[in-house]
């Protein structure tokens, strides 16, 4: 196969003579897409506008879904590498004990003829979502009254709001199972949390 197509390997290798190691065709053609996946806005001289697909990972919260992502970077890398390869699919999987999310992008180059899977891992300060193992509470009226006033100086600063994920109230670890909006008990239990926390 004539070659045609010439980059210099994205991470940096270098060959047996210590010179850049030299990639061809359908490798160079994998190798633009990978260093464009990792690229920051402002690395193209010519261009600063250019890359930073992947910053919008950064600082954000890990999720199960990441739907939005991966169609944008599939639309994205479809419209940029045209006629140089298909992208057949994108994955993202979240690991949240190494805080790291995995994209792997599987595409076609027409030029080989081949399939190439191009994994990069982003890895940042995400910002958890705070799991907690609540404990139900079965109380209410008066002995749910009681079992609040009782446990005051062991929730410090603890506030007691409805959360709509659990559609529950809750206050610290504890879930109110018994507490509605309607219950007779609701505002002096808040007033009584609120007071308690601005002393």
Same mark, same amino acid.
């Given at each position: 196969?004539?070659?045609?197509?010439?980059?210099?390997?994205? &991470?940096?290798?270098?060959?047996?003579?210590?010179?850049?190691? !030299? %990639? /061809?065709?359908?490798?160079? +053609?994998? @190798?633009?897409?990978?260093?464009?996946?990792?690229?920051?806005?402002?690395?193209?001289?010519?261009?600063?506008?250019?890359?930073?697909?992947?910053?919008?990972?950064?600082?954000?919260?890990?999720?199960?879904?990441?739907?939005?992502?991966?169609?944008?970077?599939? &639309?994205?890398?479809?419209?940029?590498?045209?006629?140089?390869? !298909? %992208? /057949?699919?994108?994955?993202? +999987?979240? @690991?949240?004990?190494?805080?790291?999310?995995?994209?792997?992008?599987?595409?076609?180059?027409?030029?080989?003829?081949?399939?190439?899977?191009?994994?990069?891992?982003?890895?940042?300060?995400?910002?958890?979502?705070?799991?907690?193992?609540?404990?139900?509470?079965?109380?209410?009226?008066?002995?749910?009254?009681?079992?609040?006033?009782?446990?005051?100086?062991?929730?410090?600063?603890?506030?007691?709001?409805?959360?709509?994920?659990?559609?529950?109230?809750?206050?610290?670890?504890?879930?109110?199972?018994?507490?509605?909006?309607?219950?007779?008990?609701?505002?002096?239990?808040?007033?009584?949390?609120?007071?308690?926390?601005?002393?």
């Amino acid at each position: 196969m004539p070659i045609d197509i010439i980059d210099f390997d994205w &991470s940096g290798r270098t060959d047996l003579k210590g010179s850049p190691l !030299r %990639v /061809e065709n359908g490798d160079a +053609i994998a @190798n633009a897409i990978q260093t464009y996946l990792q690229s920051r806005k402002g690395d193209y001289v010519n261009n600063p506008n250019l890359g930073g697909l992947l910053d919008n990972f950064n600082f954000r919260l890990i999720k199960n879904e990441y739907v939005f992502e991966q169609n944008s970077i599939l &639309s994205d890398l479809s419209s940029r590498f045209s006629g140089l390869a !298909r %992208v /057949e699919s994108v994955t993202i +999987i979240p @690991n949240r004990p190494l805080r790291i999310t995995e994209i792997t992008v599987n595409i076609f180059i027409y030029k080989s003829q081949k399939e190439r899977s191009l994994t990069l891992f982003k890895k940042t300060e995400f910002n958890y979502v705070k799991v907690v193992d609540y404990i139900e509470v079965d109380y209410s009226g008066e002995n749910l009254v009681d079992f609040i006033q009782g446990n005051l100086m062991d929730q410090p600063k603890a506030p007691l709001y409805y959360n709509s994920d659990l559609d529950s109230w809750v206050w610290n670890s504890f879930k109110l199972i018994n507490l509605t909006n309607s219950s007779d008990e609701l505002q002096y239990l808040i007033e009584m949390v609120v007071n308690y926390n601005l002393n």
